[in-house]
């Protein structure tokens, strides 16, 4: 059971530039989530997402963009890349809001320069 | 909106001691609060869930408490190891709103 996957796990990005960060989980789940986590700080949901086709924005969803076609998979979209992006991103999923483990991804490392 | 923060922000201890981490929010309509460990470069591991109508849960050495109404959860760490070094967080559902995380060290 691989749990959530995330990829890329490093990538350097070009100021402008776009990409995906590719995030799959094996469990089922309904709800997913992405986070962004900067050098000594908490974390940030950017996007989540209550099941297939509903996504709904987090506390930091400028810069961003999701979808959602399959149970599985959440992608996470940067377009034109910005300094500010450079971070830490992390999926994550659960069966639920209530009573319910959300479980992690290992991390994207992402840099732009 | 749900404001999270956790003190201390870090703390060293030497092998063995009891210790406590904090965590408080300002809305007390949370369905449920967990508590995460990171270790440095990785993700986050789930250490206890509790849900809004309990009060406490225990695994092994770890016992986490919920009291809605002051608006605090803390984290009881038993005889504390080397190998319990690591970031703590809490975080609030329904969005999951995680607090900014205590870093612990401890020393042998």
């Known amino acids: 059971n691989a749990g959530v996957t995330q990829t890329p796990k490093f990538r350097i990005l070009k100021i402008g530039q776009s990409m995906t960060l590719q995030c799959t989980q094996d469990m089922n789940h309904n709800y997913m989530y992405w986070y962004r986590q900067d050098p000594g700080m908490g974390l940030k949901l950017i996007y989540y997402?209550?099941?297939?086709?509903?996504?709904d924005k987090g506390e930091v969803p400028n810069g961003y963009n999701v979808s959602r076609s399959t149970t599985e998979d959440f992608p996470l979209r940067l377009e034109l890349a910005a300094p500010s992006q450079t971070s830490v991103y992390f999926c994550?999923?659960?069966?639920?809001?209530?009573?319910?483990?959300?479980?992690f991804g290992e991390g994207s490392w992402l840099t732009v320069v | 909106k749900q404001e999270v923060t956790q003190i201390p922000a870090a703390l060293s201890v030497p092998e063995g001691e009891n210790l406590v981490l904090n965590c408080s929010f300002t809305d007390s309509a949370i369905y449920n609060l967990q508590w995460f460990r990171q270790d440095p470069g990785k993700g986050l591991t789930s250490l206890l869930l509790?849900?809004?109508?309990?009060r406490e849960q225990t695994s092994g050495r770890l016992n986490a408490s919920l009291d809605k109404s002051s608006g605090r959860s803390t984290l009881y760490i038993a005889a504390s190891q080397p190998g319990d070094s690591a970031t703590y967080l809490c975080a609030f559902y329904d969005k999951v709103i995680f607090g900014p995380g205590t870093s612990l060290s401890v020393i042998p």
């Open positions: 994550a999923s659960s069966q639920g809001f209530s009573g319910n483990t959300i479980y």
């Open positions: 509790i849900q809004s109508s309990q």
């Open positions: 997402s209550v099941g297939a086709g509903i996504t």
